[in-house]
């Protein structure tokens, strides 16, 4: 069935531009909800859509929660659902993906040293794609900002949460982070306390380009700019490139009459993932979909080629890097 939100995206169609360039998608969910469903056959038909997608990782997205069993267990739920969509994945009759080769689900870190056996039954439903987990940090005063599982203020720097982020150090575990730019500071202050935990900044850290902050795109991009060199500064932390498409940017691509192509992409988008490979280097940045949320505003095809557009000119280890190699090293796939 063709929603409205297909039938846009089908005004703006592209070829896959070097379609044999293999890829490692390291962010992308899984759902199934009354008022949208995405699955294993809904991201097929986007990853083969004409590049060339070796390996996915799932994020978490409170999806297929326990519904019974302690609170604080729940989220290990995630972890079965997608373990056993990557099971079918890998009984190879679908295709030559991996899809969530790598699995990030929730753990409430905030918990403390409780959240260490959240973790370790994390760890018994997918002892062989089980990751890390995401907490998301997104906190801003402003009411016009929503902020996904709305975090309290300085969540990162909570003694609480500390103690709960200690166990990812001795478990071997990576932690997918998830703030806004106002809050980079904060980020790199962990950062530094723990340098043995691979840290993986998503979406570039959401410059904000709504509410307060609407209208101020340059004066937010100086902003997040030098919060970025700052983060730079820690060996430990990767950027993942992308999530352009949400709204939160402000840069309406989503209401147009039609989607914007590649090209117009990799104008405006260009100066902040250029800046992040600049300052991290492509062994620390990792181009990503963020698909379907993203998919409000761009189709797969048209996504991966504006990475592609705004690589051009670059080596082809490089690009290797930024498309799939540091993506398979941060989250430690095989292959």
């Known amino acids: 069935m063709t929603s409205e939100r297909d039938t846009w995206l089908a005004l703006t169609t592209e070829v896959a531009i070097d379609p044999d360039l293999p890829i490692c998608d390291p962010h992308h969910h899984f759902w199934d909800r009354p008022e949208s469903r995405y699955l294993l056959d809904e991201l097929l038909a ?3 859509s004409g590049h060339r997608i070796t390996e996915t990782v799932f994020i978490e997205c409170s999806s297929m929660y326990r519904d019974d069993g302690p609170e604080l267990s729940a989220p290990v739920g995630e972890t079965e659902f997608v373990q056993g969509i990557a099971a079918m994945s890998a009984s190879g009759g679908y295709g030559e993906t991996k899809v969530a080769a790598g699995i990030v689900s929730y753990a409430d870190l ?3 040293d409780a959240v260490t056996a959240v973790l370790e039954s994390h760890i018994a439903a997918s002892s062989n794609r089980f990751r890390g987990v995401r907490n998301s940090s997104c906190w801003d005063e402003s009411s016009e900002i929503r902020s996904y599982k709305n975090p309290i203020k300085g969540l990162l720097a909570d003694s609480k949460f500390r103690e709960g982020f200690s166990a990812l150090d001795r478990l071997g575990l990576s932690f997918d982070a998830w703030l806004y730019h106002t809050q ?3 980020l790199a202050d962990l950062a530094r306390v723990f340098p043995g935990v691979t840290i993986i900044l998503d979406h570039i850290a959401g410059p904000l380009g709504i509410g307060p902050y609407a209208c101020k795109q340059d004066e937010v991009f100086q ?4 919060g970025m060199t700052e983060l730079a500064t820690c060996p430990n932390v990767v950027i993942k490139l992308g999530g352009f498409g949400m709204p939160l940017g402000g840069f309406r ?4 009459e039609a989607p914007p192509s590649s090209a117009d992409i990799a104008d405006v988008m ?6 992040c490979i600049e300052q991290f280097g492509v062994d620390h940045c990792m181009f990503e979909s963020n698909f379907p949320v993203d998919k409000v505003s761009t189709s797969y095809t048209v996504l991966w080629n504006a990475f592609k557009r705004m690589t051009a000119d670059f080596s082809d280890g490089e690009r290797a890097a930024l498309f ?4 398979v090293r941060s989250y430690r796939l095989s292959g």
């Open 223 to 226: 902003i997040w700019k030098a």
């Open 253 to 256: 691509w989503h209401k147009r």
């Open 110 to 112: 905030s918990a403390g």
């Open 46 to 48: 986007d990853t083969g």
């Open 324 to 327: 799939r190699d540091t993506a």
């Open 184 to 186: 980079l500071g904060e």
């Open 270 to 275: 260009g100066p902040y993932y250029l800046h």
